[in-house]
């Protein structure tokens, strides 16, 4: 069982379309961090937050933190192609060294 | 500032066979973890070395092991390799001021 679910699993859109990516779990982080992995290359950190109701903006990408610290979202707005790959979130536990890591998110973004 | 770098890129190995995968860290780092990624299972924490110390261990058998060396480089060695073992393997290092993990490209070993 993953300590974070992310979903949908799968998500295929249009280019100009908005998306959201969901990252869940029971547990509360100290901090969470959002990675995009594209094909035959290592996950690149996109932003981490730390605060609870914490809302990070990247260009066209929003990231929020829940208020209680157990869930994030990602969103895009006006995807491009560029925007395609794999979405990971991973959560620090405030008692552990270690990243978990969920399962992912792979997003197409079709021209 | 280099990034991570992992050697070699791409590997082929027969059951039974053990491999070494190397990872060098973003300079200044002394925290490396090792991760193994598949389709079925996501990306799985193998372990993690901070200052040539293992810091932190994952659930995978004996077989998987690694080490830090001085210089904060770090390897792994997978032992009397199985099918199941073909895996994109990532190494990622971290500062000593946060927690944000930064992956080197990966090795991609194929057991046949």
């Known amino acids: 069982t993953q300590l974070l679910e992310q979903s949908p699993q799968f998500l295929s859109i249009q280019e100009g379309e908005n998306l959201t990516v969901y990252c869940n779990s029971s547990?509360?982080?100290?901090?969470l961090q959002w990675y995009r992995q594209e094909p035959g290359e290592g996950p690149v950190l996109l932003v981490t937050v730390v605060t609870g109701g914490e809302v990070k903006k990247l260009k066209r990408l929003t990231f929020q933190f829940g208020d209680a610290r157990k869930d994030s979202s990602l969103h895009i707005t006006a995807a491009q192609p560029g925007d395609t790959g794999l979405y990971l979130c991973?959560?620090?536990?405030?008692?552990?060294?270690?990243?978990?890591f969920g399962a992912g998110t792979t997003v197409t973004v079709r021209a | 500032k280099a990034g991570v770098t992992q050697t070699p890129r791409y590997l082929i190995k027969t059951r039974g066979q053990q491999v070494t995968l190397s990872c060098s860290p973003i300079s200044g780092h002394r925290s490396v973890s090792w991760y193994q990624q598949t389709p079925g299972q996501g990306l799985q924490f193998l372990f993690e070395y901070f200052s040539e110390t293992q810091r932190n261990k994952g659930n995978f058998p004996g077989r998987f092991s690694g080490r830090q060396f001085s210089n904060s480089r770090s390897e792994m060695n997978v032992s009397t390799l199985e099918l199941g073992d073909s895996a994109l393997y990532l190494c990622?290092?971290?500062?000593?001021?946060?927690?944000?993990?930064?992956f080197g490209p990966g090795t991609r070993l194929t057991v046949t």
């Open positions: 990622a290092s971290q500062s000593s001021y946060s927690y944000e993990q930064y």
């Open positions: 991973a959560g620090l536990l405030s008692n552990d060294y270690k990243l978990s």
């Open positions: 547990s509360v982080f100290s901090s």
